[in-house]
């Protein structure tokens, strides 16, 4: 039978440990991921074992995406419909479930938090793709929902990228330094000519410290949810010092951590 995965990123670079806190936040991210997919009937899948031990020619943001239709048919999973979401991330336990609201279409959340960074990327990579992007429908590579008519569109991005590997790893880290697949994705999905869906922005909040996400309404002291609860869905913890992500996803996780559990909390309105 056929089952929605979430396909959730949790490779381990040795050579990034200590700048992530020895990623001890993704402990924080996979109890929250494993509880919403034990709610929606959905089937959680860990990305750990990186497919390419290379780690500069292919980096994990490159192989949790080129890979995904690979490492699902070698482990003989019937997925359904494929959430691919980085574990700097963590899902609200009653988020809605976003594969009932995908149309069957390639989904994301559209980018806007650094449009100079953006814009800069979009510029760097244009003469690799030929492609005049539209930045309307940018999308986050961090939040991603497609099912298994995309498994061509991704396994040819895979091939342009193996085939062009010198070239990008240049523009990674030498010309451009602003990315590395998410801008590649775009261009791939839009010159492909792929039909995009953008999800609400609850389903991916970012940068919360700068956007103020932490604070609550002061002025409604008898409600001192912080915004990022009351109003997201998935929030990622993202724009903050690398080293200072665990105990942040830490101390996040330990103020409402009893709301993941059957039969209790999970129905409550924040």
Same mark, same amino acid.
């Given at each position: 039978? /056929?089952?929605?995965?979430?396909?959730?990123?949790? *490779?381990?670079? %040795? !050579? #990034?440990?200590?700048?992530?806190?020895?990623?001890?936040?993704?402990?924080?991210?996979? +109890?929250?991921?494993?509880?919403?997919?034990?709610?929606?009937?959905?089937?959680? *899948? !860990?990305?750990?074992? %990186? *497919? !390419?031990?290379?780690?500069? =020619?292919?980096?994990?943001?490159?192989? =949790?995406?080129?890979?995904?239709?690979?490492?699902?048919?070698?482990?003989?999973?019937?997925?359904?419909?494929?959430?691919?979401?980085?574990?700097?991330?963590?899902? =609200?336990? $009653? +988020?809605? $479930?976003?594969?009932?609201?995908?149309?069957?279409?390639?989904?994301?959340?559209?980018?806007?938090?650094?449009? $100079?960074?953006?814009?800069?990327?979009?510029?760097?990579?244009?003469? &690799?793709?030929?492609?005049?992007?539209? &930045?309307?429908?940018?999308?986050?590579?961090?939040?991603?929902?497609?099912?298994?008519?995309? =498994?061509?569109?991704?396994?040819?991005? /895979?091939?342009?990228?193996?085939?062009?590997?010198?070239?990008?790893?240049?523009?990674?880290?030498?010309?451009?330094? @602003?990315?590395?697949?998410?801008? %590649?994705?775009?261009?791939?999905?839009?010159?492909?000519? *792929?039909?995009? @869906?953008?999800?609400?922005?609850?389903?991916?909040?970012?940068?919360? #410290?700068?956007?103020?996400?932490?604070?609550? $309404?002061?002025?409604?002291? @008898?409600?001192?949810? %912080?915004?990022?609860? @009351?109003?997201?869905?998935?929030?990622?913890?993202?724009?903050?010092?690398k080293h200072s992500r665990s105990e942040m996803m830490t101390n996040v996780w330990q103020a409402i951590k009893e709301n993941y559990k059957i039969g209790t909390l999970m129905y409550r309105k924040y």
């Open positions: 039978m /056929k089952e929605n995965v979430i396909w959730w990123i949790g *490779v381990k670079n %040795p !050579e #990034h440990v200590k700048k992530y806190g020895d990623f001890k936040y993704f402990e924080a991210s996979k +109890a929250s991921w494993k509880f919403w997919c034990k709610r929606n009937n959905c089937k959680f *899948v !860990e990305f750990e074992k %990186p *497919v !390419e031990e290379d780690l500069t =020619k292919f980096r994990v943001n490159w192989q =949790k995406l080129i890979f995904v239709f690979d490492e699902l048919d070698r482990r003989g999973i019937d997925y359904d419909q494929i959430c691919l979401v980085d574990s700097s991330s963590i899902v =609200k336990w $009653n +988020a809605p $479930n976003f594969f009932e609201l995908t149309d069957r279409k390639f989904c994301g959340v559209r980018d806007i938090d650094n449009l $100079n960074w953006i814009n800069q990327s979009v510029k760097g990579y244009k003469d &690799l793709f030929q492609y005049d992007l539209d &930045l309307t429908s940018y999308l986050s590579s961090g939040f991603l929902v497609f099912n298994e008519s995309h =498994k061509e569109l991704i396994n040819g991005l /895979k091939q342009f990228y193996i085939d062009n590997i010198d070239s990008f790893i240049e523009l990674q880290d030498v010309k451009v330094r @602003k990315g590395n697949d998410q801008t %590649p994705l775009n261009y791939w999905l839009q010159k492909h000519d *792929v039909e995009i @869906k953008l999800l609400p922005l609850p389903f991916k909040l970012t940068h919360l #410290h700068r956007k103020e996400m932490f604070r609550h $309404n002061w002025q409604l002291n @008898k409600d001192q949810t %912080p915004f990022f609860i @009351k109003y997201g869905y998935v929030w990622f913890f993202n724009g903050i010092p």
